[in-house]
Structures are given as C-alpha cells and as structure tokens.
C-alpha cells in the first residue's frame, strides 16, 4: 500500500515561493505517476503538475504553468513542488498522489485517475 506525507505548507505573501515536499513509501511497481493537486471549499480538486517516474517526464496542467516545478527524488522516494510568484487565488489545500499501472500523463487527470493521496497540506497567500 502507497502511503504519502506531504509538508512545506504555510503562508507566503503573493509573489513569494514555497517547496511542498511528499514522502512516498511502498512503492512496489516499477513506476508511477504521481503528482500535485489542489482543492479549494466547495470546488473539485483540480491537477497542477505530474511526473512519470519512469523516465521523469512531466506535465503541467495550465492553472500554475510556468509558476511551478515538478521534481522526484527517486533515492529518497520523494517528489516536490516549488511554487513560485504565487497570487492569492493560488490559496488552497494541497495533495500529493500517485496512480499505479496503467496510467497516462499528458492530460488534465480527475481525482479519481489517482488512487493514493497524501494528508494535504494548506497553502495561504496573502496579497
């Protein structure tokens, strides 16, 4: 079983940066796409960023592109987030996941493409 615990939440005045950590255990497939989403009060939780761990390959969705960066440390089975220049509307909880055999990236995933999810962390940007 995949379990993640996330950390680096907290708040940061817009324009400023944040890295969101996730450690992941139990890894038991040879890869995994895992990644970062966010979820605001009464709204879905909507995708940022993902990584293959096969071969490192990453996909932004358009909500933080170019304002944030992916990355996996496969020594430590521990992917990260840094956001960068946040805005106020960046404000919400933040979930690391990951998704077993079969999955695909390139696109904007729903909650339900990913089956392990992290304890989220909140983010809060002030302006």
């Known amino acids: 079983e995949v379990q993640l615990v996330e950390s680096g939440g907290g708040s940061v005045q817009a324009g400023g940066s944040l890295r969101l950590s996730c450690a992941a255990s139990?890894?038991?497939?040879?890869?995994?796409?895992i990644g970062w989403f966010r979820q605001v009060p009464g709204k879905v939780r909507e995708g940022i960023a993902f990584l293959d761990t096969k071969d490192g390959t990453t996909y932004y969705t358009e909500r933080m592109k170019g304002r944030c960066t992916i990355s996996f440390e496969s020594a430590k089975n521990t992917m990260f987030l840094e956001m960068n220049s946040l805005k106020p509307e960046d404000t919400a909880v933040y979930y690391c996941?990951?998704?077993?055999?079969?999955?695909?990236?390139?696109?904007?995933?729903?909650?339900?493409?990913?089956?392990?999810w992290g304890q989220g962390t909140l983010v809060t940007v002030s302006s």
């Open positions: 996941a990951a998704a077993h055999p079969p999955y695909r990236l390139g696109y904007d995933p729903l909650e339900y493409d990913y089956d392990s």
């Open positions: 139990g890894f038991s497939e040879d890869s995994y796409a």
